[in-house]
């Protein structure tokens, strides 16, 4: 995956946040469901960490969304979940 900057970063982190959010999910539970530990979604969620493709795999797959929606939102910077 191709090193994405820090702006792309933030937009990630919050769709990722939006959409656990839209599950009423605690990052706890997200975590979990990702096979993940809760700091480390927490770091996403704040744009801290730059993911492989399979761990972005994980996270859409513990938040039940295709990788593909997760990414595009992200480009987009949608709300919704």
């Given at each position: ?48 960490i ?32």
């Amino acid at each position: 995956m191709p090193e994405v900057d820090p702006i792309e970063l933030d937009r990630l982190g919050h769709a990722i946040r939006v959409r656990r959010h839209t599950l009423r999910l605690s990052q706890d539970q997200a975590a979990r469901h990702a096979g993940m530990h809760r700091n480390y979604i927490g770091a996403l969620e704040r744009g801290e960490i730059n993911p492989t493709y399979g761990t972005l795999l994980r996270v859409s797959t513990g938040l039940r969304i295709p990788i593909e929606r997760l990414i595009a939102k992200a480009r987009s910077g949608h709300e919704d979940g």
